[in-house]
């Protein structure tokens, strides 16, 4: 890969923007229904719209709700029920309905003209501001999108993760915005990275900004570094009586509402258990064998020390005192949804309890 474009190349690449675009766009652009005009209520619809959704699953909906709605007032005094109606397949109702406190907004003060100023809308970050100055007002602000991200750190060869490059390139393209065309402008970069510039397998020969690209290829930008998993120390107390054992519903954090073994996110030592279930009026009960397991959660890893209890004749008083419930075995393994977290515990349990020893 060719070096990136320091200082005055970086420059001359971002001036040259404009005019290897605006042509491209002129003769490529997709016929779209809000791009029909560029009345600023229909932009911020379309903006909020195509937050989350893809451009296809948008269009009829786009058609449809300003043709019930067609302007900020109607949204303002639509009842709820219609408004989601009309929102019904695109999912995130909040974005509905952030969309109408906006409209009320609007018909109280007026149509916000600048970025900063649309900002104070609901619903409205950097992008749609960004979106939604430059085309329907006209002004010099960058809407910059993951596909915005994605051509120009391809073009400029940013070696850095998205993430890094998004403020960037705002502060970089607002001076290159060409008078009079700066929607064009805007809705060119989002469009070359919707159809040429793709996420993999970008169509470099179509691309007009070929000769002077840095990349040629989906090597950029680079993928984001993955959040570190937070290892934690769980331990698992396995209690059971013949043939029952004990469970409880997880109250809050990973898995909050579902049934599980009594856990404690933290390693408990040989005495403090043994105190715990003194303090419980359990003493009687029978601590027996540990077994480690680690299971691995999305963001967060466990160590998970599980130890098994025999707990029979005092089963009330560790369910008062941890809070569990419980259960026949057998019902456990066949009618409960246990998470996997859990689930591999169960095999720890003596193999013949209760009823199975009692069914031989
Ligand atoms: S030449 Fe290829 S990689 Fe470069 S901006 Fe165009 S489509 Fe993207």
């Known amino acids: 890969m060719e070096p990136p474009i320091y200082e005055n190349g970086r420059t001359a690449a971002l001036q040259a923007l404009p005019a290897l675009l605006l042509p491209w766009y002129g003769k490529n652009k997709r016929d779209l229904p809000w791009r029909e005009n560029t009345d600023p209520y229909r932009v911020l619809v379309s903006e909020l719209m195509l937050q989350q959704t893809r451009v296809e699953a948008a269009r009829a909906h786009y058609v449809r709700f300003v043709r019930e709605l067609p302007d900020a007032a109607a949204l303002a005094d639509c009842p709820e029920d219609k408004l989601f109606k009309?929102?019904?397949?695109?999912?995130?109702?909040?974005?509905?309905?952030?969309?109408?406190?906006?409209?009320?907004?609007?018909?109280?003060?007026?149509?916000?003209?600048?970025?900063?100023?649309?900002?104070r809308l609901p619903g409205v970050g950097d992008y749609t501001a960004g979106a939604v100055a430059s085309i329907a007002f006209e002004q010099p602000a960058p809407a910059v999108d993951g596909n915005v991200v994605r051509v120009l750190s391809r073009y400029l060869g940013d070696a850095l993760p998205a993430a890094q490059l998004r403020k960037r390139y705002a502060a970089e393209l607002?001076?290159?915005?060409?008078?009079?065309?700066?929607?064009?402008?805007?809705?060119?970069?989002?469009?070359?990275?919707?159809?040429?510039c793709l996420p993999s397998s970008?169509?470099?020969?179509?691309?007009?900004?070929?000769?002077?690209?840095?990349?040629?290829?989906?090597?950029?930008?680079?993928?984001?570094?993955?959040?570190?998993?937070?290892?934690?120390?769980?331990?698992?107390?396995?209690f059971y009586a013949e043939d029952r054992i004990a469970l409880c519903r997880r109250k809050s954090g990973v898995?909050?509402?579902?049934?599980?073994?009594?856990?404690?996110?933290?390693?408990?030592?040989?005495?403090?258990?043994?105190?715990?279930?003194?303090?419980?009026?359990?003493?009687?009960?029978?601590?027996?064998?540990?077994?480690?397991?680690?299971?691995v959660f999305s963001h967060i890893e466990w160590e998970i020390d599980a130890c098994l209890i025999d707990c029979a004749g005092c089963e009330e008083a560790v369910a008062a005192a941890f809070g569990v419930a419980f259960y026949p075995i057998a019902e456990v393994r066949q009618a409960l949804s246990l998470p996997s977290a859990y689930r591999w515990a169960l095999r720890l349990f003596p193999q013949q309890?209760?009823?199975e020893r009692r069914a031989e």
């Not at 607002?174 to 040429?196: H, I, N």
């Not at 000769?211 to 993955?226: F, H, I, N, V, Y």
């Open 86 to 119: 009309l929102w019904e397949g695109l999912g995130y109702y909040s974005r509905a309905r952030n969309l109408q406190k906006a409209a009320r907004a609007i018909c109280e003060n007026g149509f916000p003209e600048t970025a900063q100023a649309l900002k």
């Open 174 to 196: 607002a001076p290159v915005y060409p008078a009079g065309r700066c929607g064009d402008f805007t809705q060119s970069l989002m469009e070359l990275g919707a159809t040429v």
């Open 202 to 238: 970008p169509l470099c020969l179509a691309c007009p900004l070929l000769a002077r690209c840095q990349t040629k290829s989906d090597a950029l930008p680079l993928p984001e570094k993955k959040a570190e998993r937070r290892h934690t120390n769980v331990t698992m107390l396995l």
């Open 255 to 295: 898995l909050a509402g579902m049934y599980g073994f009594y856990t404690e996110e933290r390693a408990l030592r040989a005495d403090e258990l043994a105190a715990r279930l003194q303090e419980a009026g359990a003493g009687g009960a029978a601590i027996g064998r540990h077994a480690a397991h680690r299971h």
């Open 353 to 355: 309890t209760g009823a």
